[in-house]
């Protein structure tokens, strides 16, 4: 069995960019970069080190994402690792390593003030009350944003006004 599969949490390098195919398909594409943090054994200093990988959406994630992203934003991508190949005009090989995006799950949108779920939802204010158990736990003033999860290749359409932000 094999298994092509990649879950990236990271902040966009770029603003999207959206192109359309000869064919009239979307793409959008824009880079994603990912930290990871260390200690050296040895010298027990705290290392860092920052990826950049080259992300790729199609069809509906991609109008979405052109919409709903910035440089800077936080995104959760799951997606699968391919690698292009092509000959450049003084015939060398070239090589591309990108992220086909599959699914999407984009983070809070900061410095954008948020709406309590209670108002989102219909449901009935909090009453004073300082821990909200809807909100697992956060104090009132605090609302837990929920994010959407959109995934490609879904039967059902997802309409941007449904996206709740």
Request: net charge neutral; charged share 25%; with cysteine.
């Amino acid at each position: 069995m094999n298994l092509n599969k990649v879950f990236l949490i990271g902040r966009l390098t770029q603003d999207p960019e959206i192109r359309t195919t000869p064919t009239g398909q979307l793409v959008c594409t824009f880079g994603l970069a990912t930290n990871r943090i260390w200690s050296d054994q040895e010298t027990k200093q705290k290392q860092e080190k920052t990826e950049y990988h080259n992300i790729v959406l199609w069809r509906k994630l991609a109008e979405i994402a052109s919409q709903y992203l910035t440089k800077g934003s936080l995104v959760l991508i799951e997606g699968r690792i391919q690698t292009r190949s092509w000959q450049d005009a003084s015939g060398s090989k070239k090589y591309k390593t990108e992220i086909i995006a599959e699914n999407i799950q984009m983070g809070p949108r900061s410095g954008q003030p948020s709406i309590p779920k209670a108002q989102t939802m219909g449901n009935k204010p909090n009453n004073g009350n300082r821990e909200n158990p809807s909100n697992n736990g956060q104090p009132a003033g605090k609302p837990q944003e929920e994010i959407p999860i959109i995934e490609e290749g879904k039967e059902e359409e997802i309409d941007v006004k449904d996206i709740p932000f």
